[in-house]
Structure formats: structure tokens, C-alpha cells
């Protein structure tokens, strides 16, 4: 027999052996004897209250052994003779397209501007040390695309696109650890991610899949509104029935294609802002309620944090404990800060994007000359000024938290995770009044919320703009684009997804879509 139970486990006792199959035996009335295992379903931290709490969602198999498979198969197929479906782009609305193709029987070719993972490296330590941004190989473009120098948090609010788990036991099959199907925060790390996404393409590359890297799509060739060739930045011309348009929000060439060839856009609302960093023990002092260190069986601390202020969300995105702010920029001449972590998350930064709602119907008047791609040419303003901003360089605007509410230029910093480096920059009076002055109000209430956590040791960095696609790329109801037969516009720049988890799902259905009747 399996019982499935709720376990409450406090600090003390969460260090003891075996402490779930005595939780276990003292709930259901058994004894140990009768538990043949114990399987963690899911773990969460409750630190609300002075008393931690570790809940834990646990299976006990009673008298019964622990099945060694799981109910998740994957049946790729030989598909190096199959007919074809090309997919452009390799991040995680890529792959998982590639990945469900060959389930489905039909042969992806993905088509990557970028470089492999291990190549793409030389070129982050560029960006990092030279200020050099290659455009077509960064912290966004690449293999694995904006997902694999990511943070890779696996949390997603969007359960009712797909199937989560289904993507998760993807991920463990290639790799990651089996704690991302346990945890409630799954996170597999910035470490770790490579890895996974090179076992991916060698999945991809065995079942007969192709793979082209360094193939930046540079034009659609159409003809009777269906599209029938994608023409290469080398010249080359590749004839094609269906196509995964999986290029990310940060292709701003490819949303500049289609408004050129007159293919509907939509302008969508996004939001932008800054990245706070504090000194991780900050964090964790306010959330554990601790002096000095934290308990070793607790992780880093996070936050979530929102607001509205004047009819908008403020809130926090993307949280790092432990973590790295990155350079993120696509291009020179602009700067964009995102941020990750390792695995373990043990650096001694906490940091967050807090962004700020735009209404794109409301708020960009001034931008209404731009069209649909109002929202991406005032991303692309903010970015540049952040650049002009920090030096000129991939160096970036900063200032102390508490000055930046008080409306004072810092005479100096704190340290930084980011290693391009940081210059201080009146930020409270550079960003538009929109996203500055809410921002301001907005870490107010955030430093009430959180005691401690409105002060003079963080920094803000600007600017974290790329939070989500301010374009939407429309499609019908079988996924294809309304007025472009072929064409799947899929993940994150279709606008379909916000991180990688629902990009993924994304893929996988955008595969199904695409393959239908062919
Ligand atoms: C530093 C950082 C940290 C992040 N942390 C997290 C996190 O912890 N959790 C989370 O859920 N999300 C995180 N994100 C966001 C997440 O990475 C994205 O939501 C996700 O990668 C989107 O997937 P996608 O496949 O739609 O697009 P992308 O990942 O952007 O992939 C698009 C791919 O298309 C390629 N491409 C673009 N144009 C062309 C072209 N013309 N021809 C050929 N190829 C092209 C690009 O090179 C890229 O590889 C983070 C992002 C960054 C930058």
C-alpha cells in the first residue's frame, strides 16, 4: 500500500536520521518494520515565523517496494529519414521543439546564430572583461539561447499551458537532478546548465536531428503567404515547409524582418526596471530571522516582492540568492543587466530585478510613431542610456538603494557581484519618471514589508529591461501565424512564454502544431 502524507520537520529535527520514517510512523500508527521506503514528493521552507518549518509532501510505500520507473517516457525515434520541420533558434522553446519532434516522428532542424555552450564561454568572458558584446554569441544568444547562463529557476506560473512535469523529467533525463522534482523553488544553476543542454543536442544529433550553429536567419522568402525558403547571413538559401520561430525576445532583427515584410505584430505590455543587490546575510537575516550566518540546512533566502503604486505593478523578478548580476546586452552601445546562480547558491549576494509595469496603450504616447514596436524602441532608449550612463562601456549605472529613494548621487559604492564593474549614476533622475519615481515609492513599502531590507548596503543597477517581450507575434488557434502559412511563432519573442519552463512547454506544443498534416 502507498499512503501519501503531509510531514512537518523543524530545524532541530531536520537533521536527524531517518527523522521522516518516525514522522511517518508516528502519523499513520505503523511501525518501521512496515516501511519498505519513504519518497519525498515535495519539499518547501515555511519561515514565516520565528520556528522554521521544512513541510515535505512524502509517499510511504508500506509492505511495498518503490517503483524504479517513473511514469515519464521518452520515445525518441530514428528520424534521419523523416520529413523535416526547421526550428529557429536553440533555446528552450528550440530544443524542446527539437526534442518533441523526434517523439512525434519527424526530423527538426534547428538553425542557431550563435556558438556551442563551451565556445560561447570565450565569448561571455569578452563581454565581462573587454566590454566586448558579440551580437550573435551572449548571455542571450547561443546554445541553449537565454536559458543556459541563466539562473535556471524552474518556477512557473503558467501549469495550465502544459505539462510542467513532463518538461522537468525531461531536464533529469538529460541530466539535471532529481531535486528539481521535489522541490517547490526548483533551480538546477548556472553550473550546471551547460551540461544539460550539450546532452540535449546530443539527443537531438543521435535520433538523426541536425543542428547548425553560427546560421543567423536573416530574411523569410514568401510566397503566396506561405513561407518557403529562410535565407542565411552567409547566403545561403534553405527551402522550407514548417517552420518553429523560437529566436527569443531579444532578436530584435527578426521582429525589425517581419515589420519590414509588413507580417502583423502586436504591440504587448512589459515591464522594466533595475537589479537590487543586497549582501546575501541581509536576506537572510530578514527572512530566518537569524544573527550572523544562517543555519547550514537552510539555502540562501529569497523574496517576492510586489506593489502597486499609481495604477501599476512593482514588484520583484527573477530572484538571485546567492547569486551574480550579468551583463545581458545583445548588442554594443546599450547595457542590460539580468541576473544568475550557481547550483549551490553560495556567493555573498542576493539580487533581484524590481521592475515596473508598462501599459503599452498608456504609457509610451511619445513612442507612438514606432508603431507596434513602440514598447521595443523605448526598451532599446532605456538601454542606450544606461550605456551612456555607466561610461560607455558594459560598465553600469549604479547608486546605493537608500540614495536613490532620497534622490542623491552616491559618492561611492558597494561592492558588486557584476563584474563588468559599476559607476555611480543619478539614476533617480535618469530613468523616466514612469519607472524611477514608482521604483522609488515602490522600495519604500518593499523596506516596510521587509525590515531591513531598505538600506544604504544595496545597490541598484540599471537596467534590467528584458523582463519579457514587448512585442507579441499573433498566431491562430492552431498556432500558426494568421497570415503566414508555415510559420509557428513559438516561446518567449511570439510572447507565449515568460521564462524557461513555460518556453519549453511552449516548444513542445508549437511541435505538435507543426508536425499536424504534414
Ligand atoms: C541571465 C538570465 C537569467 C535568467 N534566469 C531565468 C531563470 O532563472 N528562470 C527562468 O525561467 N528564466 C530565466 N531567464 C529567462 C529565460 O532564459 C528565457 O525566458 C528563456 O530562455 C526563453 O526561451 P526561448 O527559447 O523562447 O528564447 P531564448 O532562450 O531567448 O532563445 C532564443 C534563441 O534564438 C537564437 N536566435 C535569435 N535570433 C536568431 C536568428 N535570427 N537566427 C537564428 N537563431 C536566432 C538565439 O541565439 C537564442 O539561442 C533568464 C534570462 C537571462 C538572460
Redesign the pocket.
Known sequence: MIKEIQVRVNLQEESQKDILILKATQKLGITSNEISAIKVLRKSIDARKATIIFNYKVAVYINEPIPETTNYTFEFKDVSKAKEVHI???????MFAALRCIELGFKPIV????KKVQERRRDLKAINQDHNVNE?SN?????????T????????RSLKRGDVRRVFENFVFHGATQQILIDAHPHIGTNKLPKVVENIRETILKYGGEIHFE????DFIIKNNTLKALQLQNGNEIAVNRVIL??????R??YYLLHKKEIALEAKSFAMGVRVEHPQHIIDSIQYHCTGERNELLPAAAYSLVQQIKGRGVYSF?M?PGGFI?P?ATANGEVVV???SPSKRNNHFANSGVVVEINVDEDLHKYEQFGVLKGLEYQKDLEKLAFTAGGRSQTAPAQRLTDFVDGKLSTNLNDCSYQPGLKSAPLHSLLPKIIGGRLRTGFKYFGEKLRGYHTSEANIVGVES?TSSPVNIPRKENLEHPEINGLFP????GGY?????S?AMD?ERCAEAAVAGL
Open positions: 529557429i533558434g536553440f533555446g528552450p522553446a528550440g538553425l542557431e546564430r550563435g550573435d548571455y542571450c544568444f547561443g546554445e541553449g539561447g537565454a536559458g547562463y541563466s539562473d535556471g529557476k524552474l518556477y512557473t546560421s543567423r536567419v536573416v523560437a529566436t527569443g525576445h531579444s532578436a532583427d527578426i527573477c538571485c550579468v545581458a539580468n541576473g544568475m528584458r513559438c516561446g518567449e519573442g512564454a515568460g521564462g524557461i519552463v518556453a516548444g
